[in-house]
């Protein structure tokens, strides 16, 4: 048996029995693991008590900090490194290896792990997808998720998705990717991408009202000749403003990008995407004419409706297509 590699995983997790089995095998190198449940009404609890791992519950009261923050706070671990794993992701032999070689490198306090994304069996090669990089393992007392004041947005979970890793300290990339492939169907994928469209939209509103970027502070920046993060923040600022983005997306997916070379898979991922492109669309329409709210309506009064009516119609138009 391979010896045990000073790490502390930490797993957020909320109903993950499908992907969970896999998730934890890849795991036992790990010195530690802490399961972060949200009240899991499957047997995600049991799975993961069976293999040996801390399970702590997290009850998200809608106020920051989400649950990797509050992890990172409040778990007790036992080691310097901590790993973040998604239930959905493996870490193959080889970049364990790797793990435990950096993690006694002085220099780095903290390390991006490249991704390999799986849909419908396969390696999603193309379309922007690859490479991927999130910063994963890094010194649990040197970094925290940035808060994005995104913790009111209705229906988004309890989990930090989109924000990313402050690190005090100088920061390393490994040669080994993990994998991710969710073994559940795509009824996982839309409902997932259904929440991602309720904080997009949020975001979009924010730039087009001309409120985002006015307090950066404890945030990472927009700056076009910055890392990845920021320069893909700078050119969503740009990205908002132009029209027929369904469109664009499937264009730059799928053929600038060549998602092509992926096959039926790369298809249907580049459709998906701009489906998701076009549900942002219509909350961001909604949050723009339901006074900077989702999924809330006003009455006409009584008189204004054919007028209301005729004004929502040419309003539609305005939608991307």
């Known amino acids: 048996m391979s010896s045990k ?21 890849s795991l036992t190198r790990a ?30 009261d809608g106020r920051w900090p989400k649950k990797k923050n509050w992890s990172l706070d409040n778990l007790p671990f036992r080691n310097e490194w901590v790993l973040i794993v998604d ?11 790797e793990i435990d070689q950096v993690i006694h490198n002085k220099e780095y306090t903290g390390y991006y792990l ?6 419908l069996g396969k390696w999603i090669r193309y379309g922007g997808k690859y490479p991927d990089w999130n910063l994963r393992l890094f010194q649990h007392k040197n970094g925290r998720y940035e808060n994005l004041h995104t913790e009111d947005i209705p229906n988004t979970g309890d989990n930090e998705v989109h924000e990313h890793v402050i690190l005090q300290g100088k920061v390393g990339y490994l040669k080994n990717d993990m ?4 073994f559940r169907d795509l009824y996982h994928w839309l409902e997932r991408h ?9 975001v979009y509103f924010n730039i087009l009202a001309g409120l985002a970027g006015k307090d950066d502070s404890g945030t990472i920046s927009a700056n076009l000749f910055g890392d990845a993060v920021q320069r893909k923040r700078f050119l969503k ?12 997306r499937f264009v730059l997916f799928y053929i600038i990008q060549r998602g092509f070379l992926d096959g ?20 961001l329409y909604e949050l723009r004419n339901c006074g900077g709210h989702l999924n809330t309506a006003t009455t006409p009064k009584e008189g204004d409706e054919e007028q209301g009516s005729k004004g929502a119609e040419e309003k539609l138009l305005t939608i991307d297509s």
């Open 5 to 25: 590699i000073p790490v502390s995983v930490l797993i957020p997790a909320k109903n993950e029995q499908l992907n969970l089995p896999a998730c934890l095998a």
């Open 31 to 60: 010195d530690e693991i802490f399961l972060v449940d949200s009240q899991s009404t499957d047997n995600s609890v049991e799975i993961a008590k069976s293999h040996g791992v801390n399970v702590v519950q997290f009850n998200f």
């Open 87 to 97: 239930c959905d992701e493996r870490i193959p032999p080889e970049l364990w290896e």
């Open 114 to 119: 490249n991704r390999r994304v799986f849909f």
């Open 179 to 182: 994998l991710h492939e969710d």
């Open 194 to 202: 259904n929440r991602y469209s309720n904080w997009e939209a949020s």
């Open 237 to 248: 600022k740009v990205w908002v403003r132009l029209p027929f983005k369904p469109i664009l």
């Open 264 to 283: 039926k898979a790369g298809y249907i991922y580049a459709r998906l995407l701009s489906q998701y492109e076009y549900q942002i669309g219509v909350k």
